[in-house]
């Protein structure tokens, strides 16, 4: 059974801190992608990786970075964060030309 | 820019009706069309998906119509039950550069017993 874990459900910062969020595959997937969810705007994709310490910019990559230093684990940096980095975010990893992404629980942000 | 459109943003179906959510795409170079769902709490899980080399797909109670032509696909929920409350989310990707997924900004059906 895949299993995408996110290292928080919930999360509170303040403005201007650094945030740190992990996601881990168990499947050896090649393919990580990093979503933030918002109501009426759907998923969008912020970052994603094909491989080790690859990173490709998805629709909305202003105000984050990633990294990936191991196959299974990709994380997202809010370098600064904001007010208007509430939301709530996704990860999902497949294998390279698969079809199927498989998402983790998601990790809710609150930025005060 | 919205690569994948999706509509309506919700939904009320009584049990036993049938619950239907629509997608339209531009970008004729997309070649598989999935349908996510996601209970509140989790993380989207891959429901049914088509490819655009047949019209319709059929799984249990859930049907996805492909019409190419038109652009659109769309999901047929049949016998709809309050266990299929949940978001749904169509995607359009092109497989073969690497699986970026479109999603469409979400339905939320609520069915009511």
């Known amino acids: 059974d895949v299993k995408v874990t996110q290292s928080s459900r919930y999360l509170v910062k303040r403005t201007g801190e650094k945030v740190f969020l992990e996601c881990v595959q168990d499947?050896?997937?090649?393919?990580m992608f990093w979503y933030r969810q918002d109501p009426g705007l759907g998923l969008r994709l912020i970052y994603f990786?094909?491989?080790?310490?690859?990173?490709e910019k998805g629709d909305i990559p202003e105000g984050y970075s990633v990294s990936r230093e191991k196959k299974e684990r990709f994380s997202l940096i809010l370098e600064s964060a904001s007010t208007n980095q509430t939301s709530m975010y996704l990860c999902?990893?497949?294998?390279?030309?698969?079809?199927?992404?498989?998402f983790g629980p998601g990790t809710r942000l609150l930025v005060l | 820019q919205q690569q994948v459109k999706q509509s309506p943003q919700s939904l009320i179906v009584q049990k036993g009706g049938i619950s239907i959510i629509n997608c339209a795409y531009e970008?004729?170079?997309?070649?598989?069309f999935p349908w996510y769902q996601q209970f509140p709490g989790k993380g989207p899980a891959l429901l049914i998906a088509?490819?655009?080399?047949?019209s319709e797909k059929k799984e249990g109670r859930f049907t996805i119509s492909f019409n190419k032509s038109a652009k659109q696909f769309s999901l047929h929920i049949m016998d709809s039950q309050p266990g299929d409350s949940a978001t749904y989310f169509c995607?359009?990707?092109?497989?073969?550069?690497?699986?970026?997924?479109?999603f469409g900004t979400g339905t939320s059906l609520t069915v009511i017993p």
């Open positions: 990786s094909y491989d080790v310490k690859m990173k």
């Open positions: 995607a359009a990707s092109i497989v073969n550069t690497g699986n970026q997924f479109y």
């Open positions: 088509i490819r655009p080399d047949v």
């Open positions: 999902a990893s497949s294998f390279t030309w698969a079809e199927t992404q498989y």
């Open positions: 970008n004729t170079a997309f070649d598989y």
């Open positions: 499947m050896d997937h090649e393919n």
